[in-house]
């Protein structure tokens, strides 16, 4: 019950192709291919091409072949090979490759592609071949970062990755002499862990060897690749107008391109305390149409202002707030209309691992003060501490300790942009960072003010804690999801100070940053789960344990729908004969909401419930992140005061022609039941293939318009209650309809 819609980079997306028959005839030396394209039959006489990917022995339907001197692979056999991710756009005619934080979109029969945001040239246009997609396998495996060799003379092509990339996961093992347990029973709800009073348990007095004993790395910082760009001189131009701010690569996040409608006359530029970078852009007007814009997916910047600073002189004042301090360059562009703010990588010159009076502490020594982020890791227990964004020339280390948690460290570069150290730790404990001074970061590690807790991130992500007390009543657990703010409390009915203490239980993971354990204003324990996306809970007794399990909505209920309130807060929507488009909005899904209460099996995940304002973007991403089988935004209508009636908008998709189901299909559903329980004029279903939470969301969406607010008959019956009650009950049944025609099967 998905739609297709266009997708950014996300590792683990599903591959979709059609596999067809390739007509061969093999003569003598030669491979005689039969190939159609174009619309025309061609013969097709070359020796065979062998294709090794990451050493394997790559065979496929439809072999490489060599066309206009480039040589073409089929997309599928060989990304799988490579571990990246490819998709093809049959709709569009484009393919999607990615790997990493690198997307590229090639379009067949075009030179030109899209990296990352930018337009790239091609030797050559991707063709359907024999009806595989087949594109050139130099152009995208070097930009999605492998080496491409062609071996000549015995006509080989080999793609591998750059040497020392192709055992990133064997710096998350332990150490091999460590000894640890890593065999896990997957059917088992709860690792075997003995009853203790704490899990933190065993932990050795300060100070230990690594007191005295620390383990250090160092190196010089390499200068010769710094350069410095040309200063900007002062060309004094005509007032111009800005007029656009992106990002021109996602790998880091660290080039900014700021474009101008003329030539820029001149620009000043400073960084500021509190991680700040100040452009003053003279002789130009703000026109931009985002005035705050927040950064996804940079290692470096967090959000970007702009403003008209100063009316007389003219000056455009953009800020770049900064994820930790950092240096840069600005190059303006040899005509003046852009300039391009580039973040320098910070230098990484020692890595010292040590114990003070607090515990042990991993200190990171660089240019800058070193941006980390750290991630926990289980089954055995590990810090990650991942440094993004950084040139270093440290060796590689791979020791065993003795500090009072930390056992072991081995570090390596992670990739072409990330340092990464682990630490193996006994037991979980608590730890801090600190930037201390310029070019001073520290992971401080502690033990922890919480206990009876602990934190399983494997097949299954969990979370064990110890009962209260053995006759302890899992029924009395009261959960509150705060979902829109990815915030999901569960609240134990007495304060539980005593068993679990209070504290901040970081994680880092890809599915929750931390725990909050403390009491809440009515004096009881509550467990505060900050999540990175929207995830649903499952509590379980195991005997003297709690289990927690954190699971995708997907996982835990079959029937999902997010219903959303149209307009709301600062946007009233539609005004109308005394009428408030989002007061009716409002009233309509809070009816909808009681009579989806009788209904426990349909989980139902609201955009509001009060009178705020998420915005476009917070609906649509609610409901991708849920994986919802159906979008359902409730509004009511307005032009002029002779319009009146009911109808639905729906985004148009290749499934509207087939049995499956379709935004279309919902749509008349739900327009067939309103008309008919309400009586207002049918106006039909209406294509609204631009409008943002029906282009957006990849489920089924409609915008249900009930009526006109700018008609007085319209009014009339919106301004009545049980109208509005109807309204509801329509719409419900809809949903009913919906579910019990076109099952989800989960």
């Given at each position: 019950m998905k739609k297709i819609k266009p997708m950014a980079y996300i590792l683990g997306v599903i591959l979709i192709f059609n596999l067809l028959f390739v007509n061969m005839v093999y003569a003598g030396e030669t491979n005689e291919m039969i190939l159609e394209y174009d619309g025309q039959t061609h013969i097709y006489k070359e020796r065979p091409i062998q294709l090794v990917v990451r050493g394997k022995d790559i065979q496929g339907e439809m072999p490489p072949i060599v066309f206009n001197g480039n040589t073409l692979v089929p997309i599928r056999e060989v990304f799988e090979a490579m571990e990246a991710v490819v998709e093809w756009k049959p709709e569009t005619k484009e393919v999607y490759a990615g790997m990493n934080d690198t997307l590229v979109i090639l379009k067949t029969n075009s030179n030109i592609a899209w990296v990352n945001g930018e337009d790239k040239n091609i030797p050559m246009a991707p063709k359907i071949i024999n009806n595989k997609v087949m594109i050139p396998i130099r152009f995208v495996a070097e930009t999605i970062g492998f080496n491409v060799e062609w071996m000549k003379s015995e006509r080989i092509v080999k793609i591998d990755l750059p040497e020392g990339e192709n055992n990133n996961n064997e710096l998350e093992k332990p150490i091999e002499d460590k000894e640890t347990n890593n065999e896990t029973d997957k059917d088992a709800p709860i690792p075997d862990i003995p009853v203790e009073s704490d899990f933190n348990r065993d932990i050795p007095k300060l100070p230990t060897k690594l007191a005295?004993?620390?383990?250090?790395?160092e190196s010089k910082p390499d200068s010769s690749k710094e350069q410095t760009p040309p200063s900007i001189e002062r060309v004094q131009n005509p007032t111009t107008d800005i007029i656009g701010i992106q990002s021109l690569d996602t790998t880091g996040g660290s080039q900014f391109k700021v474009s101008a409608s003329s030539p820029i006359t001149f620009l000043e530029h400073m960084a500021l305390e509190g991680n700040k970078?100040?452009?003053?852009i003279d002789n130009a007007n703000m026109k931009l149409s985002q005035t705050n814009i927040t950064v996804?997916?940079?290692?470096?910047?967090?959000?970007i202002r702009s403003s008209q600073f100063s009316s007389n002189p003219k000056v455009v004042r953009v800020v770049f707030d900064l994820k930790n301090q950092g240096d840069y360059n600005i190059r303006m562009a040899s005509d003046r209309r852009s300039f391009i703010l580039e973040m320098k990588k910070a230098n990484l010159n020692r890595v010292e691992l040590s114990q003070n009076s607090r515990g042990d502490v991993l200190t990171l020594y660089g240019s800058t003060n070193p941006n980390v982020k750290v991630l926990r890791l289980t089954n055995p227990n590990r810090l990650v501490i991942d440094i993004p964004y950084i040139e270093t020339n440290l060796e590689d280390i791979e020791e065993l300790v003795r500090g009072q948690y930390v056992k072991g460290i081995r570090t390596a570069r992670f990739d072409g942009n990330t340092y990464r150290i682990v630490l193996d730790v006994d037991n979980q404990p608590e730890y801090e960072v600190v930037s201390s001074g310029k070019?001073?970061?520290?992971?401080q590690i502690i033990p922890p003010t919480y206990k009876n807790i602990q934190y399983i991130n494997q097949d299954k992500t969990q979370v064990m804690i110890k009962k209260p007390s053995k006759d302890f009543d899992i029924k009395t657990i009261k959960h509150d999801d705060d979902y829109m703010n990815r915030i999901y409390k569960i609240i134990l009915p007495e304060d539980y100070y005593l068993t679990y203490g209070e504290g901040v239980f970081h994680l880092g993971d890809g599915k929750l940053d931390s725990i909050q354990i403390g009491r809440n204003s009515n004096n009881k324990t509550e467990f505060k789960f900050i999540q990175k996306s929207v995830f649903a809970y499952d509590v379980l007794d195991e005997g003297e344990y709690i289990i927690i399990s954190i699971l995708k909505p997907t996982e835990k209920y079959s029937k999902i729908m997010v219903l959303d309130a149209g307009h709301g807060g600062k946007d009233p929507g539609a005004l109308g004969n005394g009428l408030v488009e989002?007061?009716?909005?409002?009233?309509?899904?809070?009816?909808?909401?009681?009579?989806?209460?009788?209904?426990p099996d349909i989980k139902v995940y609201n955009t509001r419930t009060s009178d705020t304002y998420p915005s476009l973007e917070d609906r649509?991403?609610?409901?991708?992140?849920?994986?919802?089988?159906?979008?359902?935004?409730?509004?009511?209508?307005?032009?002029?005061?002779?319009?009146?009636?009911?109808?639905t908008l729906y985004f148009p998709t290749h499934l509207d022609t087939t049995a499956q189901f379709?935004?279309?299909k919902m749509a008349q559903i739900f327009q067939n039941v309103l008309v008919q329980q309400l009586g207002t004029k049918d106006r039909g279903l209406k294509e609204r293939p631009g409008?943002?939470?029906?282009?957006?969301?990849?489920?089924?969406?409609?915008?249900?318009?009930?009526?006109?607010?700018?008609?007085?008959d319209d009014a009339n019956l919106l301004r009545s209650d049980s109208f509005r009650q109807n309204a509801a009950k329509a719409i419900f049944e809809g949903i009913l309809t919906i579910f019990e025609r076109y099952p989800t099967n989960r």
């Open positions: 005295t004993n620390p383990i250090i790395v970078i100040v452009i003053d996804e997916n940079s290692n470096t910047v967090k959000s070019g001073k970061t520290s992971v989002k007061e009716l909005n409002l009233d309509i899904t809070l009816k909808l909401n009681a009579l989806l209460a009788s209904r649509s991403k609610l409901a991708n992140e849920i994986g919802a089988d159906i979008f359902v935004s409730v509004h009511n209508n307005s032009f002029t005061s002779e319009h009146k009636g009911t109808e379709s935004g279309k409008l943002y939470v029906l282009r957006t969301t990849k489920m089924p969406a409609v915008i249900i318009e009930v009526a006109f607010l700018s008609n007085k």
